[in-house]
Nanobody, 124 residues
Framework: QVQLVESGGGLVQPGGSLRLSCAAS????????IGWFRQAPGKEREGVSC????????YYADSVKGRFTISRDNAKNRAYLQMNSLKPEDTAVYYC?????????????????WGQGTQVTVSS
């Protein structure tokens, strides 16, 4: 069965770093683009970054550009989100999701499978 499991969240001080992982199973990981999304309390879920099947195309939300780096390892069925220079406004539950769309900048409704999320809290 399809499964996405995020890990690596936690509590970090402003300016700190975290590396999120998304472990995939039950489907051909390399055939899917991967997106990272987040949802802060009281706010709508938003796209953070996405990466195409072969990692040839990568996109970031303006709010994280230059601070976050997305990557994937198709041999290990894993995707990653390296988050540096974290800010309190980055506090949210972070989700990974997959889409068969060639362009990973698909709408959230076009993302087929979702993980359960991992909490990231940036606070002093």
């Amino acid at each position: 069965q399809v499964q996405l499991v995020e890990s690596g969240g936690g509590l970090v001080q402003p300016g700190g770093s975290l590396r999120l992982s998304c472990a995939a199973s039950g489907f051909r990981f390399g055939y899917y683009a991967i997106g990272w999304f987040r949802q802060a309390p009281g706010k709508e879920r938003e796209g953070v970054s996405c990466i195409s099947r072969s990692a040839g195309n990568i996109y970031y939300a303006d709010s994280v550009k230059g601070r976050f780096t997305i990557s994937r390892d198709n041999a290990k069925n894993r995707a990653y989100l390296q988050m540096n220079s974290l800010k309190p406004e980055d506090t949210a539950v972070y989700y990974c999701a997959t889409t068969v769309r060639i362009d990973c900048r698909a709408t959230m409704s076009e993302y087929d499978y979702w993980g359960q999320g991992t909490q990231v809290t940036v606070s002093s």
